[in-house]
């Protein structure tokens, strides 16, 4: 048995590409759903970019946000920094 499944959502797409998605889709006479689809795909088939060897990703930075100004627990005080910005 080959069923194909198929699921509606919403998506939150710029206007300017969607005017060229509807101009794409008329011009080739396919739905706008099927360009869509087929764009995910080949993104999706794509190998991954990353930046190290191995397939991992470069180490993030890090730093010392040096010692808190107050006890955030202890709410006068914390008030009583904010009132000294």
């Not at 739905?31 to 689809?37: A, C, N, Q």
């Not at 990703?57 to 946000?65: A, I, K, Y």
């Not at 202890?74 to 009583?80: G, V, W």
Request: hydrophobic share 40%.
């Amino acid at each position: 048995m080959n069923m194909v499944l198929h699921m509606k959502t919403t998506l939150n797409i710029a206007d300017s590409v969607m005017s060229r998605l509807r101009e794409e889709a008329a011009r080739r006479g396919v739905t706008m759903s099927v360009l869509v689809e087929a764009g995910l795909r080949r993104v999706l088939d794509e190998p991954r970019e990353t930046g190290g060897p191995g397939g991992r990703l470069p180490e993030l930075p890090s730093w010392s946000g040096g010692e808190p100004r107050v006890d955030v627990a202890n709410r006068n005080e914390l008030y009583a920094a904010m009132d000294d910005r």
